[in-house]
């Protein structure tokens, strides 16, 4: 499956954005699907996924604030990110895998481009 991530930008704190990450090829409702991001000078850490029959998961950090979602028509999923605020500046990426969803990012075979949110304070 090939995954375009999309929707970044520069946004002032308090303000919202939403990704969209467009999948083709293999079935996307079969896939779980994830958003990670990181920041410069730190690990990829987790965001947000969602399971094939939409069950959510987020990190402590987003959880309130973020919303994912996914469109199976569409073929595409969602990260609606509130309340922005400057620690959440970093290249967030889209990842797929056919499998029970998980939180991990080595369990993600399928990744996208990254798409870069700048939180200006």
């Known amino acids: 499956v090939q995954l375009q991530a999309s929707g970044g930008g520069l946004v002032q704190a308090g303000g919202s954005l939403r990704l969209s990450c467009a999948a083709s090829?293999?079935?996307?409702?079969?896939?779980?699907m994830g958003w990670f991001r990181q920041a410069p000078g730190k690990e990829r850490e987790f965001v947000a996924a969602?399971?094939?029959?939409?069950?959510?998961y987020y990190s402590d950090v987003v959880k309130s604030r973020f919303t994912i979602s996914r469109d199976n028509a569409k073929s595409t999923v969602y990260l609606q990110m509130n309340s922005l605020k400057p620690e959440d500046t970093a290249v967030y990426y889209c990842?797929?895998?056919?499998?029970?969803?998980?939180?991990?990012?080595?369990?993600?075979?399928?990744w996208g481009q990254g798409t870069l949110v700048t939180v200006s304070s």
């Open positions: 969602i399971s094939r029959n939409n069950s959510t």
């Open positions: 990842a797929a895998r056919f499998g029970p969803v998980a939180t991990g990012s080595i369990l993600y075979s399928h």
């Open positions: 090829g293999r079935t996307f409702s079969s896939a779980a």
